[in-house]
């Protein structure tokens, strides 16, 4: 089946630096892929929509100058929290869907992001 | 604009029951619904897809069924085991949009 790596799984970083989260799809290729968030006990907000080749489609209310995006391959999707805080921590997962199978959509695994 | 609502937000159960989580969607106009599993810190694991022009589908212990017309969904476990402890959430995609998301059901299989 279709498989999406996710990295890294948790990463700790300190408030006002940068970090770069990727999404691979291994085995096929995926023009759209998705990034979502998810705070504790909660269920996943999608933040934007990224396409291959162009911009990146951001839902109301989600920062596009703090969650980067480049979509610069068929295969890999990557998201940049810039100048990270800790409100910012959270678990974010992308997705992305295999058009060929009959899966819907496949998840990474998550990364668990916290901001000290 | 579509909303999604999973009944019970959580459940616990003695091991070997049966069980039923409920799904239930505002607008019926929906491509396909997706049941999936998340274990705690983990990503999301996909168990079914239940296309917009089929009632049911199943895979072992797993039965998942669409009613678009009243707008729910429902995912019966058989035999319920510990390892099924997770949470289950259900998702719906409208044509060439993105997924919408229920809040989820903490399942809870006790020994």
């Known amino acids: 089946g279709a498989v999406v790596s996710q990295h890294p799984s948790w990463v700790i970083c300190k408030s006002g630096t940068s970090v770069k989260i990727e999404c691979r799809s291994l085995d096929f290729q995926a023009t759209t892929m998705f990034w979502y968030r998810q705070f504790p006990k909660q269920s996943l907000m999608l933040m934007a929509t990224s396409n291959e080749g162009s911009k990146a489609t951001y839902e109301q209310g989600v920062e596009k100058d703090k969650f980067l995006i480049n979509h610069a391959s068929l295969t890999l999707s990557t998201l940049t929290v810039t100048s990270a805080h800790p409100e910012d921590s959270s678990f974010y997962i992308c997705?992305?869907?295999?058009?060929?199978?009959?899966?819907?959509?496949?998840f990474g695994s998550g990364t668990r992001l916290t901001v000290v | 604009k579509q909303e999604v609502t999973q009944i019970p937000a959580a459940l616990s159960v003695p091991e070997g029951e049966n069980l039923v989580l409920n799904c239930s969607f505002t607008?019926?106009?929906?491509?396909?619904l997706q049941w999936f599993r998340q274990d705690p810190g983990k990503g999301l694991t996909s168990l079914l897809l239940i296309q917009s022009s089929q009632r049911e589908q199943t895979s072992g212990r797993l039965n998942a069924s669409l009613d678009k017309s009243s707008g729910r969904s429902t995912l019966y476990i058989a035999a319920s085991q510990p390892g099924d402890s997770a949470t289950y959430l259900c998702?719906?995609?409208?044509?060439?949009?993105?997924?919408?998301f229920g809040q989820g059901t903490r399942l809870t299989i006790n020994p």
């Open positions: 607008d019926s106009a929906i491509y396909n």
């Open positions: 997705s992305a869907r295999d058009t060929g199978a009959i899966y819907g959509y496949t």
């Open positions: 998702a719906v995609r409208l044509a060439a949009k993105e997924l919408v």
